[in-house]
C-alpha cells in the first residue's frame, strides 16, 4: 500500500507540472475600448445628478423653515397664554 501510493505521488507530480505548461496557449486581446466613455463621464450627466442636488438642497432649506415658523407660531401663543396671567406667577 505504500509502495502504490509513493508511486502515484511520483508520477503524479510531473504529469501535473507538465499539464501546467501549456505550450499552446490562447492568445489574450487586453486591449481597452475607449471610443465609448461611461456614463459618469459625460457632462450632461453631472448636470442631471447637480439638479437633483440642488432641488434636494432646496427641499431641505424650505422644510426646515416650515419647523422653524411652527416653532416660532408655538413659542409665541405660550408667551400670549402665559402674558394673560400675570398674577400666578408672583403666587
Same mark, same amino acid.
Given at each position: 500500500m505504500k509502495k502504490n501510493a509513493?508511486? $502515484?505521488l511520483l508520477t503524479g507530480c510531473p504529469? $501535473?507540472? *507538465?499539464?501546467? !505548461?501549456d505550450p499552446h496557449s490562447l492568445p489574450l486581446d487586453i486591449n481597452i475600448d475607449y471610443s465609448q466613455d461611461p456614463i459618469?463621464? !459625460?457632462?450632461?450627466f453631472w448636470g442631471v445628478?447637480? $439638479?437633483f442636488? $440642488?432641488?434636494l438642497l432646496v427641499l431641505l432649506i424650505r422644510g426646515g423653515r416650515r419647523v422653524e415658523e411652527q416653532r416660532q407660531?408655538?413659542?409665541?401663543? *405660550?408667551? !400670549?397664554?402665559e402674558s394673560c396671567h400675570p398674577g400666578e406667577q408672583d403666587q
Open positions: 509513493t508511486f $502515484l504529469l $501535473l507540472l *507538465r499539464g501546467a !505548461e459618469f463621464q !459625460e457632462v450632461w445628478v447637480a $439638479l442636488f $440642488l432641488l407660531e408655538v413659542f409665541s401663543s *405660550r408667551v !400670549e397664554q
